[in-house]
């Protein structure tokens, strides 16, 4: 099992960036794909972006592409989401999530990952 915790969230305005950050408990992070959704009232958790347990696999949204960089380090079981050039429809509520898909594979969907944070919030007024 994984636990996470994420944090960075913020008040900002556009155009400013945020970084956010993901910290997971247990030394079985390494193993673990992780990826960032993000969620508004009365609608369903959407992906922004996934990392695989090397780091060397991403996907990226098309809404975030070209702004938004997922990273990780494994040494510090973390998970980071650099979002730049922030836009007033980036405002949500932001999760974490870990899971292990087959080699290769990056889940994309919300029900395929098993383990979540508690969200923060990030508000990009206009």
């Known amino acids: 099992q994984v636990q996470l915790v994420e944090s960075g969230g913020g008040l900002v305005q556009t155009g400013d960036s945020l970084r956010l950050s993901c910290a997971a408990s247990g030394r079985t992070f390494v193993s673990y794909a992780m990826g960032w959704f993000r969620q508004t009232p009365g609608k369903a958790r959407a992906i922004v972006a996934a990392?695989?347990?090397?780091?060397?696999?991403?996907y990226y949204a098309d809404a975030v592409k070209g702004r938004f960089t997922i990273s990780r380090d494994n040494a510090k079981n973390t998970v980071y989401l650099q979002m730049n050039s922030l836009k007033p429809e980036d405002t949500a509520v932001y999760y974490c999530?870990?899971?292990?898909?087959?080699?290769?594979?990056?889940?994309?969907?919300?029900?395929?990952?098993?383990?979540w944070g508690q969200g923060t919030q990030v508000t990009v007024s206009s």
């Open positions: 990392i695989s347990w090397s780091g060397v696999t991403t």
């Open positions: 999530a870990a899971d292990r898909p087959p080699n290769g594979v990056l889940f994309t969907t919300s029900d395929e990952y098993d383990y």
